[in-house]
């Protein structure tokens, strides 16, 4: 079998120097298709944003948490803590923003983009701990009802309405291009939900005394937030190992490629998430025996092809003039580029002549 070459996948502009950083930033400013990965990173103004809705986000649990003490509301009290939750969840976009435009280093080829993911898991934890305080609080308040101030929680809560409305207002626009700033402003309009019902039970308890009403409600918000807690487990568990992505059928992808009529097999595919946004792919592809060179216009297709029609942004091809293992799907792990028998076997045909004298 002859390789054509090993791993044929080039961005010039993703590892460079900072002897050729202005440079490379010059040449992708004149052809922003050069570079065949899609990394995009949202402007400064959308820094901005998120750190306003991050302020806001900060006060209005703090708002609504010294309110539900005086109020006697647990409804209060969960509210800020679900809105505490998308403080973090916001503060975890902006720390992405900032991360991302890090860039790779010899350390961390493929950036410190993951940092997002285990920010996300130790949100889940807390999240999860300050659930089972206000489960129980609410349990509590379920036998032995206490009289509430419905006023007071109907004040409190429309704090809350209109700085969760406020909030997704500012994140509406960046949220239909960037995947990161969507989940923010997704978390912003949950908020406002919750707030718009605990204001509602406090308008009820101002003509009804149901005190019953305000841990109940506390209860359904717990739900709501495990559920989200729930859904972001599952993603970033999947992300870290490094799963394929829910939205990409690999068989598809295989038969997609096997089309093209200057590829005569694809083997050895893998697809997986570098992090909460962008995918990666690579595989092997039989192709007729050639100049690397010209292989470079195929390559360009491919990728190009695969972005429009799968969402990959970051493929990794290797071609090959014959098929690895047996060319299935995942070769049964036999693409190993070194066989561990052929190397005894190498051992054998030319023993050590270390002692030789």
């Known amino acids: 079998m002859e ?3 090993p791993v044929y996948d080039k961005c010039d502009c993703e590892n460079k120097s900072s002897e050729n950083h202005e440079k490379c930033d010059t040449a992708s400013a004149a052809n922003s298709n050069s570079c065949t990965h899609n990394h995009q990173i949202p402007e400064n103004s959308t820094g901005g944003r998120l750190l306003m809705v991050l302020a806001l ?11 539900g003490i005086f109020a006697n509301s647990m409804a209060l009290i969960s509210d800020a803590i679900h809105n505490f939750s998308d403080f973090t969840g916001v ?15 010899l350390q961390n080829t493929f950036g410190y983009r993951r940092a997002e993911i285990l920010a996300a898991l130790l949100n889940v934890a807390i999240l999860f701990g300050a659930s ?9 308040r379920l036998r032995t009802q206490e009289v509430v101030s419905g006023g007071l929680v109907m004040i409190i809560a429309g704090v809350g309405v209109i700085g969760n409305g406020f909030s997704a207002w500012l994140l509406h626009r960046d949220s239909k291009e960037s995947l990161n700033v969507r989940g923010a402003f997704l978390h912003m309009m ?8 605990v204001l509602v039970s406090g308008l009820i308890i101002i003509y009804k005394p149901w005190y019953w009403l305000d841990p109940l409600l506390s209860m359904l918000i717990v739900i709501f937030i495990l559920k989200n807690c729930w859904t972001i487990l599952k993603e970033s568990t999947a992300i870290l190992m490094n799963a394929t992505p829910k939205n990409i059928d690999i068989q598809a992808v295989q038969k997609f490629l096997e089309n093209f009529p200057e590829i005569s097999g694809v083997h050895y595919l893998h697809a997986w998430i570098l992090t909460s946004s962008g995918v990666a792919f690579s595989c092997h592809v039989v192709i007729e025996d050639q100049l690397v060179s010209k292989t470079s216009q195929l390559r360009e297709k491919i990728s190009r092809k695969l972005f429009d ?3 990959i942004d970051h493929p990794v091809l290797q071609f090959e003039t014959d098929a690895c293992g047996n060319g299935s799907l995942f070769c049964e792990n036999n693409c190993s580029p070194i066989d561990p028998s052929d190397h005894d076997k190498h051992a054998d045909d030319h023993p050590d002549h270390s002692n030789k004298k």
Do not use: M
Request: hydrophobic letters at 50%; zero cysteines; aromatic letters at 10%.
């Open 3 to 5: 390789h054509i070459t």
């Open 57 to 67: 986000n900060f006060l209005i649990p703090v708002i609504q948490i010294i309110g």
């Open 91 to 105: 503060l975890i976009s902006y720390i992405a923003l900032r991360i991302g435009k890090k860039g790779a280093s």
């Open 132 to 140: 089972a305080v206000i489960l129980y609080g609410a349990s509590q």
């Open 190 to 197: 949950g908020d406002f939900l919750t707030s718009v019902a």
């Open 309 to 311: 029609e799968f969402g």
